[in-house]
C-alpha cells in the first residue's frame, strides 16, 4: 500500500547525520475506475446480482491492493451511476431487488410519491411528507430521502422550498 521515503537529514545540534527513507506508493491514476468498471462487469456478468452485497471497502483494498480512499472512490463511482445503493449500517449492494426492479432506494421513493402525486393523492402545492417521515415509512437515510426530493424537483415535479419542505408543484407553476 503506502509507505514513505525521506532522504538524509542532519540533525544541525550534534552534527549527526541520519538517513531515513520512507517510500510512497501510490496507486495509478485512474485505478478507481478500473475497479469500479470490473464491478460493473461482475454485475453485468450476474457474478453479483440485485440485492447481493459487494465486497467491503477493506475486501477491496486487500483484493486490488489499494488504499482505502481509492476502494472508496470506486464504489462512490457505481453509487453515483445508481448501479449500486448504500445500505446504512450494513454496506453496498448491487441496486435492484425482486425481478424487475432494477432502482435504487431513492428512486423507488421518487417513483410512489410522483405516482401519488398523478393519481391525486398528493395534490397540487400540498405539503410532501417530510424527510423524518419518508425516513421511517421507507426505512432509509436522510440522504436518500433528501435525493428522492431531488430526483422529484429535477424533474419538476415538486418545488423545493429551503427551510419549509418539498411542495407538489402546481399545474400554473
Not at 550534534?14 to 495509478?28: D, F, K, N, S
Not at 410519491?113 to 398523478?118: H, M, S, V, Y
Request: proline share 5%.
Amino acid at each position: 500500500m503506502s509507505s514513505t521515503a525521506l532522504g538524509p537529514a542532519a540533525d544541525t545540534r550534534g552534527g549527526i547525520v541520519a538517513e531515513l527513507w520512507r517510500v510512497v506508493v501510490v496507486a495509478p491514476r485512474g485505478t478507481s475506475h478500473r475497479i469500479a468498471e470490473d464491478l460493473r462487469h461482475r454485475i453485468r456478468d450476474g457474478a453479483l446480482v440485485p440485492g447481493s452485497l459487494l465486497p467491503s471497502e477493506a475486501q477491496l483494498c486487500e483484493q486490488y491492493d489499494v488504499a482505502r480512499g481509492t476502494a472508496r472512490a470506486a464504489l462512490a463511482v457505481l453509487v453515483d451511476e445508481g448501479v449500486v445503493e448504500v445500505v446504512p449500517g450494513v454496506g453496498r449492494r448491487v441496486a435492484g431487488g425482486d425481478g424487475a426492479d432494477r432502482t435504487t432506494a431513492y428512486g423507488r421513493i421518487a417513483a410512489d410519491l410522483a405516482e401519488q402525486i398523478r393519481a391525486g393523492t398528493l395534490a397540487p402545492d400540498a405539503p410532501l411528507p417530510s424527510e423524518a417521515t419518508v425516513m421511517e415509512q421507507y426505512g432509509v437515510s436522510r440522504n436518500t430521502a433528501r435525493r428522492a426530493f431531488k430526483v422529484l424537483a429535477d424533474s419538476g415535479v415538486v418545488v423545493v422550498r429551503h427551510g419549509v419542505g418539498a411542495f407538489v408543484r402546481s399545474a400554473e407553476s
